[in-house]
């Protein structure tokens, strides 16, 4: 069964700096999704992006945020400048239908920890 | 106030035995979905029931949903020591802002006992 795969597993980071986590999701899907789940809490919705540009966002979702699909299969999220509170779980999801009662395929995570 | 919040938190049975989970949610839905998560792992989409349906059945897993009450339950039939896992409902709605995106609560961790 296909799936969503994500890379890195584990990303060490020192505040400030940038980190970009990477996606390659299901490859016929159309809708892409970043989710956050800090540790101990809820999952919580960042970015969905449609046809090359993001189509919702959250409030968690502000300028130090972006996404981008660089080439065909990758679905990337870039932190500018990395906060000890971006330490969480951060996972990546694809659909073929937007809200047209499709589920959300997940990958198994990268977790950032911020030092 | 929260959308889509499962009670029990924490539930604890025997292999064998049924677990009910219960979520509840505050505003219209389009649909609401049962997703599983294993520790350390990611979501496992396992069931997804519109706001026009009231069950729906897959293999031992069965959804209720009352609109009318705002809200679902997940029922796990004569469980397993592998549904060990967390349990999330997820709801998919259109919020005052417009937009639309899951909405998970904060899960009911499942431990089956062999």
């Known amino acids: 069964e296909p799936e969503v795969t994500q890379t890195p597993s584990h990303q060490v980071t020192q505040m400030g700096q940038e980190v970009i986590l990477r996606c390659v999701p299901i490859?016929?899907?159309?809708?892409f999704y970043w989710y956050r789940q800090i540790l101990g809490q809820k999952v919580e919705f960042l970015v969905s992006f449609y046809n090359n540009e993001i189509s919702e966002k959250s409030e968690i979702f502000d300028d130090q945020f972006s996404v981008e699909r660089p080439d065909g299969s990758n679905f990337t999220l870039k932190i500018r400048s990395t906060k000890l509170e971006d330490s969480a779980m951060y996972f990546c999801?694809?659909?073929?239908?937007?809200?047209?009662?499709?589920?959300?395929?997940f990958g198994d995570g990268t977790r950032l920890s911020i030092l | 106030s929260q959308q889509g919040e499962e009670d029990p938190q924490a539930l604890s049975i025997q292999e064998g035995e049924n677990a009910t989970m219960n979520c509840s949610y505050k505003?219209?839905?389009?649909?609401l979905q049962w997703y599983r998560q294993n520790s350390g792992r990611g979501l496992v989409h396992l069931i997804l029931i519109r706001s026009n349906e009231r069950e729906k059945h897959s293999g031992r897993l069965r959804v209720t949903l009352d609109t009318s009450k705002k809200s679902s339950s997940l029922l796990i039939t004569a469980s397993r020591a592998a549904d060990t896992a967390s349990y999330f409902c997820a709801t998919d709605a259109t919020m005052d802002t417009g937009r639309r995106a899951l909405t998970f609560g904060s899960g009911t961790r499942l431990q089956v006992q062999p």
């Open positions: 490859s016929n899907h159309l809708y």
């Open positions: 999801a694809s659909s073929d239908g937007r809200g047209s009662n499709q589920p959300q395929h």
């Open positions: 505003t219209s839905i389009n649909n």
